[in-house]
């Protein structure tokens, strides 16, 4: 067996790394103000937290048809998206990436929530006594003492959007050169005939991917620390 990768192989990678990229990327801002807003106390926290936690529990599949029944083509939503915005998602890349971000988005606000948590109040109070105004004291102090939580889940989350495939599958379907993700390329090859070689090169990349993945989570983490003193 040749570790080769084709170059429907190839595209299927690229696309994945894309698609996470995308995920996190536009996900990063609202988990950290989900998880500034959870480490207050309000009425209804409890419930907010059991919404932004759902995805964890629920079936990726469940995740997907919500999607297509929400912003797909024959929804309310969707139909007025496509045809007053130009914003499609179904059937495309971006809705992957939006599938993926929701199924990964609390492994962000999480690891984010339990940085912010561990911070002593005292250097905010301190911060407050010194003249620092809220928006100085979220710059100065929440952000670089938050960072390695914020650095942690972003990379988790990168990781397990590489892995993502049910609420991507039946979100966006499964189109060559436009959402045929990595693990959607491994099923695609596993029902090929004679496909066998090519999607054990593609698990065996998946696991690289993988470790690659929370190695790079947990050094990049140290990494911050040491820079920011926390």
Same mark, same amino acid.
Request: hydrophobic fraction near 55%; glycine fraction near 8%.
């Given at each position: 067996?040749?570790?080769?990768?084709?170059?429907?192989?190839?595209?299927?990678?690229?696309?994945?790394?894309?698609?996470?990229?995308?995920?996190?990327? =536009?996900?990063?801002?609202? #988990?950290?103000?989900? &998880?500034? $807003?959870? @480490?207050?106390? +309000?009425?209804? %926290? *409890?419930?907010?937290?059991?919404?932004?936690?759902?995805?964890?529990?629920?079936?990726?599949?469940?995740?997907?048809?919500?999607?297509?029944?929400?912003?797909?083509?024959?929804?309310?939503?969707?139909?007025?998206?496509?045809?007053?915005?130009?914003?499609?998602?179904? =059937?495309?890349?971006?809705? #992957?990436?939006?599938? &993926?971000? $929701?199924? @990964?988005?609390? +492994?962000?606000? %999480? *690891?984010?929530?339990?940085?912010?948590?561990?911070?002593?109040?005292?250097?905010?109070?301190?911060?407050?006594?010194?003249?620092?105004?809220?928006?100085?004291?979220?710059?100065?102090?929440?952000?670089?003492?938050?960072?390695?939580?914020?650095?942690?889940?972003?990379?988790?989350?990168?990781?397990?959007?590489?892995?993502?495939?049910?609420?991507?599958?039946?979100?966006?379907?499964?189109?060559?050169?436009?959402?045929?993700?990595?693990?959607?390329?491994?099923?695609?090859?596993?029902?090929?005939?004679?496909?066998?070689?090519?999607?054990?090169?593609?698990?065996?990349?998946?696991?690289?991917?993988?470790?690659?993945?929370?190695?790079?989570?947990?050094?990049?983490?140290?990494?911050?620390?040491?820079?920011?003193?926390?």
């Amino acid at each position: 067996m040749t570790f080769a990768l084709s170059e429907t192989e190839l595209q299927a990678l690229l696309l994945s790394l894309k698609v996470s990229a995308a995920a996190v990327a =536009f996900a990063l801002p609202l #988990a950290v103000a989900t &998880a500034l $807003l959870l @480490t207050r106390s +309000f009425p209804g %926290r *409890a419930v907010l937290d059991a919404v932004v936690h759902l995805p964890i529990v629920l079936p990726p599949v469940v995740v997907g048809y919500l999607l297509l029944i929400t912003l797909g083509l024959n929804a309310p939503l969707g139909r007025f998206l496509d045809e007053t915005l130009g914003l499609r998602f179904m =059937f495309s890349w971006t809705g #992957a990436a939006l599938a &993926a971000g $929701l199924i @990964t988005f609390p +492994f962000q606000v %999480r *690891a984010i929530r339990l940085a912010l948590e561990a911070i002593d109040p005292g250097l905010m109070q301190a911060a407050e006594t010194l003249g620092a105004g809220p928006l100085d004291r979220f710059v100065s102090v929440t952000l670089p003492l938050a960072a390695p939580g914020i650095l942690a889940g972003a990379v988790t989350a990168y990781a397990a959007s590489l892995g993502e495939f049910g609420a991507i599958i039946t979100f966006v379907s499964n189109i060559p050169g436009e959402t045929r993700t990595l693990p959607l390329a491994i099923y695609t090859a596993i029902q090929t005939p004679g496909g066998e070689a090519a999607a054990a090169r593609l698990v065996a990349l998946s696991v690289l991917l993988a470790f690659a993945g929370l190695i790079g989570s947990e050094l990049a983490a140290r990494r911050v620390k040491r820079l920011t003193g926390s």
